[in-house]
């Protein structure tokens, strides 16, 4: 009787605070900056239905974001980005694969704010490359925050800027993730 | 006095293009996205029928959908809501995973607490495009700048 009891009080502990495997967003919003100092305007724009997957257990983390849903202030510079700079109708998605290399040092069932590190491949324009990145995952209440900022140098990924608006529009590009996750029932 | 009658026309006409060229320069420079209320749909469809031709042909339903203004019909799954109070209403068959996910203009939140869960609704958006069910999620087709259609 006693074996059974402790059996049952294992499991049902075990449950209780081990965490869901998988946490996942489809709104996630990454924010894409190239202004340079010299320009008159910021040059920048925000993607609100980006998805996003962590994997707890292997510290698998995956993006997916079409280019047409960055939402610039001003129709013209949208118009600009899609057509002539990431040329969308050409290469719709960007993608980036990649883990937390210091997954164990997160401890997704106990509610704090853990640094991360995450290494990939960032695939953008029909290119791909491999990003290393800072980041913060914030867990709370069975939810988890994950937020980064990381340079991307828009020539690694064929991104041609015309010198006519060379000092407007910057060489290498802010890119800020700011995902909040709920666990993939 | 012909000649500087001529030279002083060519010289107005000349200014008043300048000025004109200047005006609409300046105005499409400036120009905002506009709402696409007022704007009519390029297509009109149901939530399978897009999600469909996504899955069978992503390239040919790219050229044919993206970018253009799509009124969907269908029932509401579900209506996501971020941290700035972005709403995304989610248009679909609750059978299938996969559905046609509307972001909701900003303009327009206020008309989203008219939706009913499993009631059809109809939404208007620019088609962004479409993720492929490859991480379990389910396949989705993006409507960006979606408003509600009183049809």
Do not use: W
Not at chain 1, 52 to 57: G, M
Not at chain 1, 116 to 138: F, Q
Not at chain 1, 143 to 156: E, G, H, R, W
Not at chain 2, 57 to 68: P, R, W
């Amino acid at each position: 009787m006693k074996k059974i009891v402790f059996l049952i009080s294992i499991t049902l502990f075990t449950g209780a605070v081990s965490a869901q495997d998988k946490y996942f967003t489809k709104t996630g919003k990454i924010h894409f900056d190239a202004t340079t100092p010299k320009s008159p305007e910021s040059i920048d724009g925000v993607n609100k239905s980006s998805i996003c997957v962590v994997d707890t257990k292997t510290g698998n983390i995956q993006f997916s974001l079409l280019m047409k849903g960055f939402e610039f202030e001003r129709a013209l510079m949208q118009e600009h980005f899609n057509e002539n700079y990431v040329e969308s109708n050409k290469y719709p998605k960007t993608e980036f694969k990649g883990t937390i290399t210091n997954n164990t040092a997160v401890n997704y069932s106990k509610d704090g704010v853990y640094p991360v590190k995450v290494k990939g491949k960032l695939s953008m324009h029909g290119e791909t490359k491999d990003i290393e990145a800072d980041g913060k995952l914030t867990v709370k209440g069975g939810k988890i925050s994950a937020n980064a900022d990381f340079p991307v140098t828009l020539a690694d990924f064929k991104v041609t800027i015309p010198s006519l608006v060379a000092d407007k529009v910057a060489k290498i590009a802010k890119i800020t993730v700011d995902c909040q996750l709920e666990p993939l029932k | 006095m012909k000649k500087k009658k001529l030279i002083r026309n060519v010289l107005l006409v000349a200014v008043v293009l300048g000025i004109g060229a200047a005006i609409y320069g300046y105005k499409e420079f400036n120009r905002k996205s506009e709402s696409i209320t007022s704007k009519a749909a390029d297509f009109k469809v149901k939530p399978l029928d897009i999600i469909t031709a996504f899955t069978d042909d992503e390239k040919a339903a790219t050229l044919k959908y993206g970018g253009k203004i799509i009124q969907v019909a269908g029932l509401v799954k579900k209506v996501d809501k971020d941290e700035q109070g972005n709403f995304t209403v989610v248009i679909g068959d609750n059978s299938s995973l996969s559905s046609v996910r509307c972001s909701i203009d900003s303009l327009f939140s206020k008309d989203v607490t008219a939706l009913q869960l499993n009631a059809p609704a109809f939404l208007k958006g620019v088609c962004t495009g479409f993720n492929a069910d490859e991480m379990g999620l389910g396949s989705d087709v993006i409507l960006n700048r979606c408003v509600i259609v009183k049809d």
